[in-house]
């Protein structure tokens, strides 16, 4: 039988969440029923080199110049023309209503990819909201939408996006990379110059208004009163200005030297295991993929009750509400306070809840027969 032709698209292939998730689907798809091309509007991307190294998948971008150029569209269209794909499928925000415009041009199948919730859209640029509300009018047209977690299923249906063909496929995470890492624990604190007997707590995420890393530090000035064996870690990039305020206000609040700015960090996996506990903060998720990496490295997880991310960790780690910095910081305390057997028994816990519900030959699996009963009813 030949093979579905599935023309991937989205915005970028720099790091985030979504483009993580794209290049974990890509490469667990079945090559044997799947064709695959990943359209990127934009060129470079710090994870163009591993999916380019993906047998069977093919990248092209489209060199967009920035928000307003309109040019990829035509170049997307043109290649859809050329590569006949069954689907297209438009990887979150505007690459959904460029697919929409592509597939059906083309007379292919159009999917949409939903990987966010409740997300605060006046923190960014007014044409997110815009888009967003350009979404809902057309929903209407996608034959399936694969949204990431219940939470961000029933927030769009909510928000107006037609719930008529929407289904909810959690992300997976490859335990086989995320794994605790013997002596990776000790190589990274030293390179961090971490003092022996010191306990690690971070935060993973672009600096970004929705990952709230205010939150985070103002939950790690009051925990610093209690437990001056404590030090924080926040791994990630973002805009200068942004991150720059991050920083004053870290050290105006107390935390001069308790707080490492790790920055972008190349090995993510001993990043992981170089930790006591992992921190979500954010304000607004779908089904958080660092939240997954963190207990699949047997890491016990304090997260703000937000999209999925309560339903993730159950109950081997502690949900609090979003900008709630006394909670957060509790919860910190009580799982330093844990036994040392209580602490490994509920990293194991963590583990093989992430090998049994969210894995990436799930989410391939899933994925893959929606889309073959999507093309071959």
Not at 72 to 99: C, K, Q, W
């Amino acid at each position: 039988m030949e093979k579905i032709r599935v023309f991937f698209l989205i915005q970028t292939l720099d790091t985030g969440g979504a483009e993580r998730q794209l290049i974990e689907l890509v490469k667990a798809l079945d090559k044997d029923e799947f064709s695959v091309t990943v359209g990127a509007f934009y060129d470079g991307g710090a994870f163009r080199d591993e999916l380019e190294g993906v047998e069977g998948v093919r990248v092209i971008t489209f060199g967009q110049k920035g928000r307003w150029d309109l040019v990829p569209v035509v170049h997307i269209l043109r290649e859809a023309s050329r590569i006949r794909p069954d689907i297209v499928y438009g990887f979150m925000g505007v690459a959904n209503e460029t697919a929409a415009v592509v597939g059906r041009a083309v007379g292919a199948k159009v999917v949409w990819g939903l990987l966010s919730s409740d997300m605060d859209l006046s923190l960014y640029h007014w044409v997110s909201g815009f888009m967003f509300k350009i979404g809902a009018m057309l929903s209407r047209i996608p034959d399936l939408i694969i949204a990431n977690s219940e939470a961000g299923m029933r927030h769009h249906i909510s928000c107006g996006y037609s719930g008529r063909r929407m289904i909810v496929i959690h992300n997976g995470i490859d335990a086989g990379r995320f794994r605790p890492v013997e002596g990776a624990k000790e190589a990274q604190r030293h390179q961090w110059q971490v003092p022996e007997g010191v306990k690690l707590i971070g935060i993973f995420g672009r600096l970004d208004p929705i990952k709230d890393h205010r939150t985070f530090l103002e939950a790690a000035a009051i925990l610093v009163l209690k437990r001056p064996d404590v030090r924080f870690v926040c791994v990630g990039t973002g805009a200068g200005e942004f991150a720059d305020g991050l920083k004053t206000e870290a050290r105006e609040g107390g935390l001069d030297g308790k707080v490492i700015w790790a920055g972008w960090v190349a090995d993510i996996v001993a990043a992981y295991n170089a930790m006591d506990i992992v921190t979500s903060a954010s304000i607004s998720e779908g089904l958080s993929n660092v939240i997954c990496e963190a207990m699949a490295c047997r890491v016990p997880c304090v997260v703000t009750d937000v999209g999925d991310s309560g339903l993730i960790v159950g109950s081997t780690g502690i949900a609090v509400a979003k900008k709630y910095p006394a909670a957060m910081a509790e919860a910190w305390n009580i799982m330093l306070n844990w036994p040392a057997a209580k602490t490994a028994e509920m990293g194991s816990m963590a583990r093989n809840r992430i090998e049994e519900h969210f894995s990436v030959r799930q989410m391939a699996v899933k994925t893959g027969a929606a889309l073959i009963k999507l093309v071959r009813g």
